[in-house]
């Protein structure tokens, strides 16, 4: 894995367009984009460490869109629909509860530099967020970039069981009915191995994000809202709908 180690400000050879959103001593959202673009991303050394480290694994995991499991008590959890569905209702929330110390996670990657970066980009459009509602309280989430018809998954995390997992799901069935090609999960882990995560090289993962970044997507976010008119509701926030794309994507491939 190559990882390059700044403070933000610092020059790293990157291209310098013209910074939307918010800037961070020099380095803005403009420039998070040529970074993924590029098949790279920032993570930090830990919460409290205020450098940012740009990294490029030499293997890549995924998760292919068209090869989706499901395990079969959380398919059937999702078919309940226990928890309300949204998109971008509340980004930065999600984004600090993914970098909050838990039980389970004692320490983090996401620093107050990442907070505000992606903060910025999504204020640009580009970082969405899937949300997990109980009633009024988020209890799991999660947040990634999107470019053309590539998604870069950065966190999740879940304050009630199966909450992330039940994000991821949503996610993916909107991934499927926007046409994206290509969800990029960073590295292969224990937790995302029930959902067929595969490890691919750089190289492979290179010419299949060149090809996906020029695809014409947009990420469905209105989709996932709840009420669409008085007596109808969007499919996204549906789980048996979100299952039934998730399925016919599998038959297809």
């Not at 969800?183 to 090809?211: P, R, Y």
Request: charge should be positive.
């Amino acid at each position: 894995m190559t990882a390059i180690t700044i403070s933000i400000g610092s020059n790293i050879g990157l291209n310098k367009p013209k910074n939307r959103g918010k800037t961070i001593e020099g380095f803005g959202s403009a420039n998070l984009l040529d970074l993924y673009r590029r098949g790279l991303f920032p993570m930090a050394d830990g919460r409290d460490d205020p450098r940012l480290l740009i990294i490029e694994p030499e293997k890549r995991g995924i998760l292919p869109l068209d090869n989706f499991h499901i395990p079969s008590r959380l398919r059937r959890q999702v078919k309940q629909n226990p928890f309300q569905i949204a998109a971008n209702r509340a980004f930065r929330h999600v984004i600090e509860e993914c970098a909050a110390q838990s039980e389970e996670r004692c320490e983090t990657w996401i620093n107050r530099p990442i907070i505000q970066l992606y903060d910025a980009l999504h204020r640009d459009g580009y970082a969405h967020s899937i949300e997990v509602w109980d009633d009024d309280l988020l209890v799991g989430g999660l947040y990634g970039v999107a470019i053309g018809g590539a998604f870069f998954g950065e966190s999740m995390f879940s304050r009630k069981s199966n909450a992330s997992k039940i994000a991821l799901v949503h996610l993916v069935a909107g991934l499927i009915s926007a046409g994206f090609q290509l969800l990029d999960a960073q590295f292969v882990n224990q937790h995302l191995v029930q959902f067929g995560i595969i490890e691919i090289s750089k190289s492979e993962f290179q010419a299949k994000l060149k090809i996906a970044i020029k695809a014409n997507c947009q990420f469905p976010a209105a989709q996932y809202a709840q009420i669409q008119s008085s007596n109808s509701a969007f499919p996204l926030s549906q789980g048996a709908h979100c299952l039934a794309l998730i399925a016919q994507a599998r038959a297809l491939r």
